[in-house]
């Protein structure tokens, strides 16, 4: 199984809402990664999990919250969002951990819009 | 910006010729690597190349990397329709993973 699974494939939720992105891996890699990607740009790295630790947050602010229960999955919590949050969101993983990265596998992203 | 430059930022070729698109990075690098994301959907791995490596081979793609002009380019050989995308670079170094500014690519019929 080379696949990440990400659920939900769409969401829409209000500024007050409390939702979950959800990420999935059965290739038994160590890391896995959250990025945000606007419309015509490039993917931003959000946070990186390594062995089911945070080892790298890319100053992202507190409204979200990343979560590895353990080393297939990946959440991401969201809270108080802010229309510019609206993005593609994608998760990522791959077997390197530490400084040296590897080949990323990436799912398919959620396309999550604020009202 | 701690992202990467990629030119050029639209191309578009008819079916058959050769794409070459370049990225340039600021800080050193572990090493660099190339995907392709298709319109709104997750980016495909394409190919990896080592900062201790120049040039690197893949089916159709060929891959260089010039660290001390801090570049990389890569060419798609006889493209196909199949190949319209977006294409990014993505260098990784102590603690930073950074992608391309991305190049949109169009193969023409």
């Known amino acids: 199984d080379t696949e990440v699974t990400q659920t939900p494939k769409h969401l829409v939720m209000g500024m007050t809402n409390k939702k979950s992105l959800k990420c999935e891996q059965h290739?038994?890699?160590?890391?896995m990664y959250w990025y945000k990607q606007k419309a015509k740009k490039p993917p931003e790295l959000m946070f990186v999990y390594s062995y089911e630790k945070l080892s790298i947050n890319e100053s992202v602010p507190s409204r979200f919250s990343p979560e590895c229960p353990n080393s297939s999955l990946l959440n991401l919590h969201l809270h108080a969002l802010q229309p510019e949050d609206s993005a593609l969101y994608l998760c990522a993983s791959s077997q390197g951990v530490g400084l040296v990265y590897n080949e990323q596998f990436f799912g398919p992203g959620t396309r999550l819009t604020v009202l | 910006s701690q992202q990467g430059e990629e030119d050029p930022q639209a191309l578009s070729i008819q079916e058959g010729e050769n794409a070459t698109m370049n990225c340039s990075y600021k800080t050193s690098i572990n090493n660099l690597q190339w995907y392709r994301q298709n319109s709104g959907r997750g980016l495909v791995h394409l190919i990896l190349i080592r900062s201790n490596e120049r040039e690197k081979h893949s089916g159709r793609l060929r891959v260089t990397l010039d660290t001390s002009k801090k570049s990389s380019s890569l060419l798609i050989t006889a493209s196909r329709a199949a190949d319209t995308a977006s294409y990014f670079c993505l260098f990784q170094g102590a603690q930073k993973l950074v992608f391309g500014q991305g190049t949109r690519l169009t193969i023409n019929p």
């Open positions: 290739m038994g890699h160590r890391a």
